[in-house]
């Protein structure tokens, strides 16, 4: 993996997503420095070719091609170092199909709009049949896969907990984990489940043949960018609204089917999701 990528044009996958038209950049353009995980498949990686691609990836391209005012320099670097960078100033725009938490918005500014919707789901093996929810894991004292505590998905399993204090999920904190590491976890029978969007599941089942099924949906949860603090206003209200009319021509609904191999947008409850700042 590459460390810091400069991604040279993305004009050809923008005009190839629906209503993505590139505009002409302003000569005053400003220079944005946006930064993804360079292993986070399928929200966002580095592919063979170098190209940083995935549904973030191809989002921001096509977001880069009709923004007038500003032209983004993209860099691909591990998790942990996305969150320092953005943290010190290093980055101005961090995309890693981040949830929003109450800690990440004291930190640092956020998106108003969703850029994604995540299908949450508890990920197990075929002939599990004792995990269905939640309370299915907590009540069976079930292993679930350690989360890395900067994942908000760390902080759905401690609300959890906090609301059920006498039925607790075993949660542990762990370091940066692939989607194909978490679930071959999984698979092997290490642990007896995982909490994950579907997505990565539908992208990579097949191909790595792991024999997993999914729950029902654990929740739909908004994605946000997110930006360093006291950052230019301006540039948040102008992803905002291309957001918005990316959702409203299908471009959105588009990238979810090709990344997630389903339309998270067409799920019921989909419309609901707004971002908002109900940490519970």
Do not use: C
């Not at 400069?6 to 005009?15: H, R």
């Not at 004291?106 to 093996?125: A, F, N, Q, W």
């Not at 009319?245 to 707004?274: H, I």
Request: charged share 25%; net charge negative; proline share 3%.
């Amino acid at each position: 993996m590459k460390n810091n990528i400069l991604l040279v044009s993305s004009l050809a996958l923008a005009m190839g997503i629906n209503g993505a038209q590139a505009v002409e950049k302003s000569a005053n353009a400003k220079t944005v420095e946006v930064v993804v995980n360079a292993n986070g498949f399928p929200f966002s990686f580095v592919d063979d070719n170098n190209n940083i691609t995935g549904y973030d990836g191809d989002l921001l391209k096509v977001l880069d091609q009709r923004l007038t005012d500003y032209t983004f320099h993209f860099n691909a670097v591990s998790r942990d170092a996305m969150i320092v960078g953005l943290s010190t100033g290093a980055y101005t725009l961090a995309a890693d199909h981040f949830y929003l938490t109450k800690e990440r918005a004291e930190k640092y500014d956020h998106s108003g709009e969703p850029t994604g919707i995540s299908d949450l789901r508890l990920i197990v093996r075929n002939d599990e049949s004792d995990i269905h929810n939640l309370g299915d894991l907590a009540s069976g004292k079930k292993k679930l896969v350690p989360i890395h505590t900067s994942d908000a998905r760390y902080t759905v399993i401690e609300n959890y907990n906090k609301k059920h204090p006498g039925q607790r999920i075993n949660l542990q904190p762990n370091g940066e984990q692939s989607a194909a590491d978490i679930f071959k976890a999984v698979a092997s029978g290490e642990y007896d489940a995982a909490i994950y969007p579907i997505g990565a599941l539908l992208a990579l089942n097949k191909a790595l043949n792991l024999n997993l099924k999914a729950s029902d949906s654990v929740g739909l949860f908004p994605n946000v960018y997110l930006y360093k603090k006291n950052n230019d206003p301006q540039l948040i209200k102008a992803i905002d609204a291309q957001l918005v009319a990316l959702k409203k021509d299908g471009t959105l609904a588009e990238l979810s089917r090709k990344w997630y191999a389903e339309d998270v947008y067409a799920l019921p409850g989909a419309s609901d999701v707004k971002v908002n700042t109900d940490w519970e």
